[in-house]
Structure formats: C-alpha cells, structure tokens
C-alpha cells in the first residue's frame, strides 16, 4: 500500500531563516506530487506541483521553492522565511487512474 | 479555473441526512466535481468523485443536475465524528497533473 511521510511534524524557525521540508512516498511510482499551504481557519493553497523528476510548477509567486531531486521525494524550501510562512504545511501525491489525492500528516510551521 | 461557493458553515444532528450543495456556474466541460473532508490538523480526505448525474459510495452520495452548475453532497446518518470542513472542488479531469485550489469549504457541526 502507499504511505506518504512529511517531516518536520512542527517546527518554529525565526524570521529570516531558512527552511527545509521533505515529503516522500512509498508504494507507487511516478507520482504527482504537490505542495499545499493551509492558513489558520481557511482553504488549502496550492504552491507547487511536480509530474516527475526535477519539473515543478509554481502556483503562485512567493519566497518559496520547491525541488524533485527524485521520483518519490518533494522538498519545499526557503532562503529566508516571513511571518507570512507560518501555517500548515500540506504534501499531497496522486497516481493512476488520477481522480483523488492522498494527503501527508502536514508540517506545522510557526514563524516569529 | 471554475470557482466554487459553498455555505460558510452548517450545523446537522445526529442521526440526520446532510446535504451541503456547492455552487460552480462557469464548470468547463472536461471539469469533474470532487468532495474532500478535513478534520483539523490533518490533510483532507477524498469523498467523492463525480461528473453527471448521481455517485455513491459507501460514505457518501453526490448528485449533479443536468446543467452541472450545482452539486449536492450527501452524508446519511451523520455521526458526532462526521463534524468536519467539507470542501468542493472543480477541474481536472482526473489525469491532468495541475491540482484544484481548495476554497474556504464549508464547517459541518453534528450535534449530540
């Protein structure tokens, strides 16, 4: 069966550093994999998404990136973070036949 | 992108039927209608998946009218442990690789 990891669980970084965030998955091959921010009390935004090995889309512009060094590993980064970072940080990956997403544990992330 | 309105918030008791309908008047033709459900602090959870007429599963039913400018999910029975934010999305179809935007969604509180 699949299984999709995200670490760190929660993290508290100050404002002006960096940041790393991995998410893998287990059991399938080739997936698409994405990126989601969750703010406080509202909807999921979608930052990246990947459809394999080093191609990544960018939703929306912002201080964040987003690297597919391989198949079943998606990392988020950040040079230098914002108060504006902090939030739940969601890895999500889909594969055939392609009709739902399946959602990692999410990284908790608090800026101050 | 269709976007989709849904109510805010609703609240249900339990043991009744639930039905929470989504709104998307400008849904493309290739768009299909899909229900995740999210408890707090977790990533959401696929429901249901549909494109015309009316889907169920174990879980849940979706009815789409024949105009598709509307979807109704429907929860039988609800239960305590279905109080959680229900979220419509419009797009795909199930094999492109870009992701729908999660809106607000809609809060759902089952009371005793």
């Known amino acids: 069966s699949q299984t999709i990891h995200q670490w760190p669980a929660t993290l508290v970084q100050p404002v002006g550093s960096p940041l790393s965030l991995e998410c893998t998955v287990e059991?399938?091959?080739?997936?698409?994999l994405y990126w989601y921010r969750q703010a406080a009390g509202r909807g999921l935004q979608l930052l990246f998404y990947?459809?394999?090995?080093?191609?990544i889309s960018s939703e929306v512009p912002q201080n964040l990136s987003a690297s597919r060094p391989q198949d079943r590993q998606f990392i988020l980064s950040s040079k230098k973070l914002l108060l504006s970072d902090s939030g739940f940080y969601l890895c999500?990956?889909?594969?055939?036949?392609?009709?739902?997403?399946?959602f990692g544990p999410g990284t908790r992330l608090t800026v101050l | 992108l269709a976007k989709t309105t849904q109510p805010i918030s609703m609240d249900s008791y339990e043991g009744q039927e639930v039905n929470i309908t989504c709104s998307h008047n400008?849904?493309?033709?290739?768009?299909?209608i899909t229900w995740y459900q999210q408890f707090p602090s977790q990533g959401p959870r696929f429901i249901i998946q549909?494109?015309?007429t009316k889907v169920t599963n174990e879980v849940a039913s979706l009815f789409i009218p024949a105009d598709r400018k509307s979807s109704t999910l429907s929860l039988p029975r609800v239960s305590l442990s279905d109080t959680a934010v229900y979220y419509c999305?419009?797009?795909?179809?199930?094999?492109?690789?870009?992701?729908?935007?999660f809106g607000s969604g809609t809060q759902l509180t089952v009371l005793p």
């Open positions: 400008n849904i493309a033709t290739n768009d299909y």
């Open positions: 999500a990956w889909r594969g055939a036949p392609y009709n739902e997403q399946f």
């Open positions: 999305l419009v797009g795909g179809p199930p094999g492109s690789a870009r992701q729908l935007t």
């Open positions: 059991g399938t091959s080739n997936p698409n």
């Open positions: 990947s459809v394999g090995i080093g191609q």
């Open positions: 549909g494109y015309k």
